[in-house]
Structures are given as structure tokens and as C-alpha cells.
């Protein structure tokens, strides 16, 4: 039997408000007996669960991994605003004019993500 993904573990300074931001990014919840200050918390999305655990490390360089977001209920663009009035900021744009392309964020601890068209937006070109 092969193994399966549990979850996927991100380091961080502050993993509630990580989490806060992450879950309601992904309309997801936090586990019940996460709280402030604790050394990790627990993200759970119909999708996926993200684990995020304290670390004293700071974000020096360019994550080796990072998520790749599909918008479900609202387009590229509506997804990007909805994440910078989250938290995020902006990275790096790669729409182009025949509306293609994605969008590079960071979250609100520097972490990359990329938001790229909805499955709606792909079927329409």
C-alpha cells in the first residue's frame, strides 16, 4: 500500500494568525483547540489540511514549494483582491492581455503562493 499526504507542514513565526489568514483564504477552519501563542495549528479545507508550526528560522529565500490556488466561486482576478484584502501582497504579475496567466502573491508572512485561473475562465478559452 503507498502512503498518502496527511498534510502539508509549513514553518512560521506565528502559526495562528498563519492559519487565520490560510483558512479563511481557503474557506477552511482551524481546529478547535488551536489558539493564540500555540506552537502550531491546524488548517482543514475540503481539499487539503495544512499543519503550521513555530519555527525560529526567519524566511531568508524563495520557498522550494509553494500552493498553487484554483478559484472555485469567483474568477482569477475577484480571487486576488480577496486574498490582498486578507493579508497578502502582491509578488509578481503574470496575466496577460488574452487572460492567461496567474498571479504570484505572498502571504502575510512571505510565503509564496500563485493564483491561477478558475476552471470556469479555463473553459471559456
Known amino acids: 500500500m503507498a502512503s498518502v499526504i496527511r498534510h ?3 514553518d512560521c513565526a506565528d502559526p495562528y494568525t498563519l492559519a487565520t489568514f490560510w483558512a479563511k483564504a481557503l ?3 482551524l481546529a478547535d483547540d488551536d489558539n493564540p501563542g500555540d506552537p502550531e495549528a491546524l488548517v482543514r479545507t475540503p481539499t487539503a489540511t495544512l499543519l503550521f508550526i513555530r ?3 526567519t524566511k531568508t529565500t524563495k520557498n522550494r514549494v509553494h500552493l498553487d ?3 472555485q466561486d469567483r474568477t482569477r482576478d475577484e480571487e486576488v483582491a480577496h486574498l490582498l484584502t486578507l493579508g497578502a ?3 509578481s504579475d503574470h496575466r496577460r492581455p488574452d487572460g492567461t496567466g496567474w498571479v504570484t502573491l505572498h502571504d502575510p508572512e ?3 503562493l500563485c493564483v ?4 470556469g475562465e479555463r473553459a471559456r478559452s
Do not use: F, M
Open 8 to 10: 502539508v507542514t509549513i
Open 27 to 29: 474557506n477552511g477552519s
Open 55 to 57: 519555527v525560529n528560522d
Open 69 to 71: 490556488l484554483q478559484p
Open 89 to 91: 501582497t502582491l509578488h
Open 110 to 112: 512571505g510565503n509564496e
Open 116 to 119: 491561477e485561473r478558475s476552471a
